[in-house]
């Protein structure tokens, strides 16, 4: 009988906050397309984190206060501007 449950898939907070900080990395490197790519990842990962205490869900919430208050736009010529 086959199973009716789908696979779980979970990233953790710190898997995504590595990727984040390697943007972070590119973009003082001016690699700036490989930076945008990061970033669209960590967007996508976010969905599939998995909170596991109050103290992630303290520094998520911290951290996305400061996130979203930084403005990044991203122009039709593919660069990031801040």
């Known amino acids: 009988m086959p199973s ?9 907070l710190q898997s995504v906050q590595s990727e984040l900080a390697e943007g972070y990395r590119l ?28 103290d992630e869900a303290k520094q998520v919430g911290t951290d996305a206060y400061y996130y979203w208050s930084m403005p990044l736009t991203l122009p039709s010529s593919g660069g990031i501007a801040w």
């Open 27 to 54: 973009v003082s490197g001016n690699k700036l397309s490989d930076a945008r790519e990061i970033f669209r990842s960590v967007l996508l990962a976010l969905l599939l984190v998995v909170i596991s205490s109050d």
């Open 4 to 12: 009716k449950m789908l696979p779980v898939v979970s990233r953790s």
